[in-house]
């Protein structure tokens, strides 16, 4: 796989308090995660739903990046700045980069995904990024703008407990508590899924309807596969099949995928 990533912006956050400051405001487990990485993560309202969704690259040096679509990168920088208080760390001005994306060597490996991709800063300016949108609907790896709308989901909708982008092991973090709960009671009901057709999918955004129900809507596509939230109860409790713009469509787990179909079933410990 090859591909190049465009319009992304990174925020090195530097300083003596960077990683423990960023450890008790983000959903993911910066602290344990190891360098030469990538790691999916989210910054939450204090109602659990995503306000910001990044990508947290940690060097060989320890020395961290944020890495987000550039036009949301200056209201990350922003809302950090926020909590920032006194704590000794510098977030810096976004710098716009092209990313490349393959599967055998790069600066970043990127944790989200069940097999090899790294990430790496191109001189590249041309965007090719559909072996790598193939690859985010074969493992549910979710965007916003894409697959979501920002303050419009919570970590587990988008299965961002599913690709390591949760610590439910590490302490208090903002909208944990919400997180958390979702998490022990099985509360979640969306959930992105895989759809699949027999013909090409209508465009993105476009709502899933069983009889004139909608129970979801469409994100990412490639051609008659691509992905989608639903709710995973109205799913399961289907008796006419799901259809979107009249074409009828089959829903199936990301790979690597720990919860059911079935809405009883759609969490695990």
Not at 60 to 67: F, G, M
Request: hydrophobic share 45%; net charge neutral.
């Amino acid at each position: 796989m090859n591909a190049v990533l465009t319009g992304l912006g990174h925020i090195a956050v530097d300083g003596e308090d960077a990683l423990h400051w960023l450890q008790n405001l983000i959903t993911a487990d910066v602290e344990s995660q190891l360098p030469r990485t990538a790691l999916g993560t989210a910054l939450l309202t204090p109602q659990g739903k995503i306000l910001f969704d990044f990508i947290v690259l940690k060097d060989a040096d320890h020395k961290l990046v944020l890495e987000c679509r550039v036009d949301i990168a200056q209201s990350l920088v922003q809302r950090l700045t926020m909590y920032k208080m006194r704590a000794k760390l510098t977030i810096g001005v976004p710098q716009m980069v092209t990313i490349a994306v393959n599967d055998h060597t790069g600066i970043w490996r990127d944790l989200r995904f069940g097999v090899p991709v790294w990430r790496s800063i191109s001189a590249d300016t041309a965007a090719n990024r559909l072996e790598y949108d193939m690859l985010r609907i074969t493992y549910g790896v979710a965007e916003s703008g894409k697959d979501y709308a920002l303050n419009d989901a919570f970590p587990h909708d988008v299965n961002l407990d599913q690709i390591g982008g949760v610590g439910f092991r590490k302490g208090c973090y903002v909208g944990q508590e919400v997180v958390s709960r979702m998490q022990h009671r099985g509360t979640a009901r969306r959930r992105l899924v895989v759809v699949e057709s027999a013909e090409n999918l209508p465009s993105s955004g476009s709502a899933i309807l069983v009889s004139d129900r909608e129970i979801g809507t469409l994100g990412t596509i490639d051609r008659n596969k691509g992905l989608a939230i639903i709710r995973l109860d109205k799913a399961a409790d289907a008796t006419l099949p799901l259809t979107a713009g009249s074409v009828p469509l089959t829903i199936s787990l990301p790979n690597g995928a720990t919860f059911s179909l079935k809405p009883d079933l759609a969490l695990h410990d």
